[in-house]
């Protein structure tokens, strides 16, 4: 069975938001390239250390735009909710459980951009408050992405930076992830599932989720499973997601090659990262760098672990977490490695209690005005906060415990 192609667009294209941002950043890094603000040196290096991000997030994304098509995360769904036999608690574990494995082996902007509408069409098929569903996606999306360097842009670079292998960072990162997780899901159930359960705590299941073509959606499951065996096997990631990509485009072009279009490359993602790689090497040589030292300290221990996390926390909710980050990196010390994994798990754990905080977040945001729901803000943005809090500090202190 063949996939039926999208339907053309019959209104004017409109730029959105979030395009004009990522050309603005983008000409911004140029304009600081070319006109020296940042010297050649930082330009070639900052390049060089971004081409091969730039390739597993331009590979990462196509791959799971493709998975969401051939209907595997609605699939996934479909099944849990079955799986749970109608009781909310259980549906609150599988759900939590999908969004994690999403995360981890997909990147939290999967999570962000394609599990959150799937979750949102299961909460009105079962006629339940999407709200929980909703907040599910985008706290786990960023708390749950410190396992693998596959997860976030920023583990990419905190990899690189200490010179861990991915399995070698799993072994590092696995107790603080296991601790983030574990606060986000104790406070997921407290502030919004359990508030929100419908009467009882029972809804009726539905019906089994059937793939527009089996054929595509077996390829693509084998496209991810692929991909993850790749990154368990020690695959330089952008090997990995490409060999996996290839494979699912080869089941597209044979199966539906109208679903392949131009517009499955995000253009404005890779834009966007570019960007703002440049913009903060220029604004690191010109006294951003000595303000994030000030604030992150020179001294390490128990108290400099948790400045360092508490202060990629603030950062990220301030401006957004990958600048956080890389300002961050670009004043520790390259040795001090621990203090670095603190800093990454304050911007990966923190960037929640604004829109802008992360990449991930924004798009939530984006996804859920697109879909008519309207989350609650204020009780949003306190418990948001709460699990900035608790999260970043439950996380840097397995890291203390696991060092």
Not at 75 to 94: N, Q
Not at 140 to 160: E, H, M, R, W
Not at 307 to 333: C, D, I, M
């Amino acid at each position: 069975m063949t996939l039926a192609a999208p339907p053309e667009p019959t209104t004017r294209w409109r730029p959105h938001p979030l395009d004009m941002v990522a050309v603005v950043l983008a000409v911004l890094g140029l304009t600081c390239a070319l006109s020296g603000l940042l010297p050649r040196a930082e330009t070639t290096a900052t390049l060089h250390r971004i081409l091969p991000l730039l390739l597993f997030l331009g590979t990462v994304i196509v791959l799971a735009e493709l998975t969401a098509v051939a209907g595997v995360f609605d699939v996934l769904a479909s099944r849990l909710a079955i799986a749970s036999r109608g009781r909310w608690a259980a549906l609150f574990l599988l759900c939590g459980g999908l969004a994690t494995l999403t995360t981890l082996v997909l990147n939290l902007d999967t999570t962000a951009v394609l599990l959150t509408p799937v979750l949102l069409a299961l909460a009105r098929n079962l006629r339940v408050p999407a709200g929980p569903l909703a907040v599910t996606t985008v706290w786990l999306a960023n708390t749950a992405s410190l396992l693998l360097p596959v997860s976030n842009l920023t583990n990419l670079l905190a990899a690189d930076r200490v010179g861990l292998s991915p399995l070698a960072y799993a072994e590092r990162m696995a107790l603080p992830q296991l601790a983030a997780v574990a606060v986000t899901m104790a406070l997921l159930w407290y502030a919004w599932w359990r508030r929100d359960q419908p009467v009882g705590g029972r809804f009726v299941p539905p019906a089994r989720h059937v793939p527009p073509d089996p054929v595509l959606h077996r390829v693509a499951l084998a496209g991810c499973l692929l991909f993850v065996a790749g990154i368990l096997a020690g695959v330089e990631i952008g090997l990995a997601s490409t060999v996996a990509l290839a494979l699912v485009l080869v089941g597209f072009v044979v199966r539906s090659p109208a679903t392949l279009r131009p517009k499955l490359v995000p253009v404005r993602l890779l834009l966007f990262v570019v960007g703002l790689f440049l913009v903060v090497q220029t604004l690191g040589q010109h006294g951003l760098d000595d303000l994030v030292g000030g604030l992150l300290g020179s001294h390490g221990g128990t108290l400099g672990e948790l400045r360092a996390g508490g202060t990629g926390a603030l950062l990220a909710n301030v401006v957004n977490n990958l600048p956080a980050y890389l300002a961050g990196e670009s004043v520790l010390p390259s040795g001090d490695h621990t203090r670095l994994l603190a800093l990454l798990i304050g911007t990966n754990v923190g960037p929640l209690a604004v829109p802008w905080a992360s990449l991930a977040t924004l798009l939530w945001f984006e996804r859920c005005r697109a879909a008519g729901v309207a989350v609650p803000m204020r009780r949003f943005v306190l418990t948001s906060a709460l699990l900035a809090v608790t999260g970043t500090v439950a996380a840097v202190g397995a890291l203390l415990l696991a060092s």
